[in-house]
């Protein structure tokens, strides 16, 4: 736990000391509270239905490029190398870095509480649905976070971390929506694997342990993917 902790401090520090952290969750906040305001003034609907529904899609454009970093950046410039010259686990490293970017994310879902204010001044708010639907979002900001990270570890280039961070995430969040297109027989196979289809579970107040374990198991087996393709860059 000692090495976790060194490696999400690092991490941590390194992110919140950015300028670039600061724009991403600024845009990310602009982004968020347009819909959520249109719905509010425009609409005169005073509930966190428009946010709950535009977040997830914005997850899939802001997890990438929070995660893009965390490993390619240092393969690049060689700080790797080092690192896993130091007595660390690369399981340590993967999950210490995880940590620190979702800490970043949750301190930008936290900004997001002013929604969740405003609509208990001016409308009937559901505690059941704040609750359910925040903590929706962050399991699915985690398991989105470390298929961005498992995308990282995969190459050199942040970019191209980001290019197939976007494609591995937005796969998962499309596909209880081409439901439509899908064979009978596989519909509720599709719709089990879809993120999204476990976050509207949740965020209607309902925790169930099968969207519970679906989460769990999509961060597990992405970080021991990306922990995997690490090991093979120390083993070379």
Known sequence: MHNIYTIFKKEARSYFNSPAAYIVVTFFLIFTGYFFGTNLFLMNQANLRTAFGIIPLVFVFFVPAITMRLIAEEKKVGTIELLVTYPLKDSEIIVGKFLAALALLAAALIFTWVYA??????????????????F???????????????????????????IVAL????????????????????VSIFEYLSIDYHFENISRGVIDTRDLLYYFSLIFFSLLLASHSLGRRKGD
Do not use: C, R, W
């Open 167 to 186: 494609v591995i995430i937005f796969v998962f969040f499309l596909l209880d929506k081409i439901l439509f297109f899908i064979p009978t027989p596989l």
């Open 117 to 134: 204010i405003s609509v208990s001044f001016l409308g009937n708010l559901d505690g059941g649905q704040v609750v359910g639907g925040y």
């Open 136 to 162: 929706g979002l962050l399991l699915m900001g985690a398991a989105y976070l470390a298929i961005g990270i498992f995308a990282s570890a995969l190459t050199e280039n942040q970019i191209v971390a980001f």
